[in-house]
C-alpha cells in the first residue's frame, strides 16, 4: 500500500512539473489597448499600426531575450470600462508581461489603480500627469508610466516658446475645463508665467463641444495680451481660430498639441490660420525617417501619425525594459523601466526615465508653426526659464 502510495505522489509531482514546463510559453506577450472603432479611432489606429510595426521589427531581429513577441491588441472604444476589461484579461488570461496604452488620459486615470493591484506595468501616452502621480500628485502609481512629455511639459514648452523666442510678455489663456490633459497644460503655463514673468491677462474657460466662444475672445482682445495660450481640444480650437478671424482678432496663437493635422482642414478660409504655434513630440519630416516611413507606408497602405511613432517607440522602450529585467516577469520589468536611460528611440536617441514620476526626463519637443493651412518645424525647443 505505501508502495502504490509512492508511485501515485511521483506520478502527481511529474503531472505538475509537466503543467509548469507547458505553462512556460515560449513567446513574450505585449499587451495593447487603444480605440479602433470609438470616437479617438483615429488616434488609436496610428497607435495599433505603431505597436504591429515595432514588433514585427523586433521578431525579424531575433525577438527579445531570445523568443518571439506576441502582440495582442484590444479594442477600448474610448470607455474606461471597456478599457478596464481588456487590461483585466490582458493580464489574467493572455499572460501579457506589459501592457501598452493609448493616447487618452481617461484611460490611464481609471485603470491606475487596477494596474496597481495586478502588478503588471501599463506603458501609454496617457499625458495627465495624474495617471502617473495620483489626483493631487503625491502618490506614485508603482505600475503606471508614461512614455510622451506630459501635458505639464506640453503646457511648458508651447506657452514659453512665444515668451523665450520671440520676445511677448504678455498672454491670455483659453482652456476647455473639461479636458483633463488641457486643464493640465494651462496649469503648466501659468506655472511657467508666474517663474518667467509672463502676464496672464485673463483666464477664459470653455467646454469641447461649444460652438460659439465670441464672449471669450472678446475678453482676450480686450485683455491687452499678446498671445494667446490656446489650450484646447481640436473642435474648441476649430471654433476659436474661426472666429478670431472673423472677428479680426490679430495674436500669437499658440497651446495644444490638437492643432496638429487634421486640425488644417477644419478651418476655412485657410488664411484664418495665421501665427499658430503648437509643440509635436516628432518631426515628422526629419530625414532618418524618410526610409522607416517608406516601409511604413508600403506595410500598411498609409502615412504614420505621430501617434504611430509614439507606439512605436513604446515598443522599443519596452523591448529594452524586458531584456534589462533578464525576463519577462512584470514585477522585474516595473524595476527595469523605472530607471531605464539611453534607449535609442525616433523621438530621441537617450530615452530616459524618471524614478520619481514614471514620465521621460528632459524630453525637448518640436514647434510647429501653422500658416494658411500649411506646416512647418520651427525647430526643437525647451524652455531654459524653468
Excluded at 470600462?81 to 499572460?95: F, I, N, P, T
Excluded at 503646457?155 to 523665450?164: R, W
Excluded at 530616459?352 to 514647434?367: F, K, Q, S, V, W
Aim: with cysteine.
Amino acid at each position: 500500500m505505501k508502495r502504490v502510495l509512492a508511485m501515485l505522489l511521483v506520478m502527481a509531482v511529474l503531472v505538475v512539473a509537466g503543467t509548469a514546463a507547458m505553462a512556460e510559453s515560449d513567446k513574450i506577450v505585449i499587451g495593447a489597448i487603444t480605440d479602433l472603432t470609438g470616437n479617438g479611432s483615429v488616434l488609436g489606429t496610428g497607435c495599433a499600426n505603431g505597436w504591429t510595426f515595432a514588433v514585427e521589427k523586433i521578431n525579424e531581429e531575433g525577438g527579445i531575450l531570445g523568443k518571439e513577441v506576441e502582440l495582442v491588441i484590444y479594442d477600448c472604444q474610448s470607455d474606461p470600462q471597456d478599457a478596464l476589461s481588456c487590461y483585466e484579461r490582458l493580464v489574467k488570461v493572455d499572460g501579457a508581461c506589459i501592457v501598452l496604452g493609448p493616447p487618452f488620459s481617461n484611460i490611464g486615470l481609471a485603470l491606475a489603480d487596477t494596474v496597481d493591484e495586478l502588478g503588471v506595468p501599463f506603458f501609454g501616452l496617457f499625458g495627465d500627469p495624474r495617471c502617473m502621480l495620483g489626483e493631487n500628485l503625491d502618490t506614485l502609481h508603482p505600475y503606471m508610466f508614461l512614455g510622451q512629455p506630459s501635458a505639464y511639459d506640453a503646457g511648458l514648452i508651447s506657452g514659453g516658446y512665444p515668451h523665450e523666442v520671440m520676445g511677448l510678455t504678455k498672454a491670455a489663456i483659453l482652456v476647455t475645463q473639461d479636458h483633463s490633459y488641457n486643464m493640465t497644460m494651462a496649469e503648466a503655463f501659468q506655472d511657467y508665467a508666474e517663474k518667467a514673468g509672463v502676464e496672464i491677462t485673463t483666464v477664459q474657460y470653455c467646454s469641447v463641444n461649444d460652438t460659439d466662444l465670441t464672449l471669450q475672445l472678446t475678453a482676450i482682445a480686450s485683455s491687452g495680451a499678446e498671445y494667446l495660450f490656446d489650450a484646447c481640444n481640436t473642435n474648441a480650437l476649430a471654433v476659436a481660430t474661426q472666429q478670431m478671424y472673423q472677428m479680426g482678432i490679430e495674436m500669437v496663437h499658440c497651446g495644444s498639441l490638437d492643432f496638429s493635422s487634421p486640425f488644417n482642414e477644419l478651418v476655412d478660409p485657410a488664411e484664418a490660420m495665421q501665427n499658430i504655434y503648437f509643440p509635436y513630440a516628432i518631426d515628422m519630416n526629419a530625414d532618418y525617417l524618410t526610409d522607416i516611413t517608406a516601409e511604413f507606408v508600403e506595410r500598411f497602405g498609409v502615412e504614420p501619425t505621430v501617434k504611430s511613432w509614439n507606439s512605436y517607440d513604446l515598443t522599443i522602450i519596452a523591448k529594452a525594459a524586458i531584456e534589462a529585467a533578464g525576463s519577462d516577469d512584470p514585477a522585474a520589468i516595473r524595476d527595469a523601466l523605472e530607471t531605464i536611460e539611453g534607449v535609442e528611440c525616433l523621438a530621441t536617441d537617450n530615452f530616459r526615465m524618471d524614478p520619481e514620476t514614471h514620465m521621460p526626463l528632459g524630453l525637448a519637443m518640436c514647434i510647429y508653426n501653422l500658416e494658411g493651412g500649411e506646416y512647418s518645424n520651427m525647430g526643437t525647443f525647451f524652455p531654459e526659464e524653468w
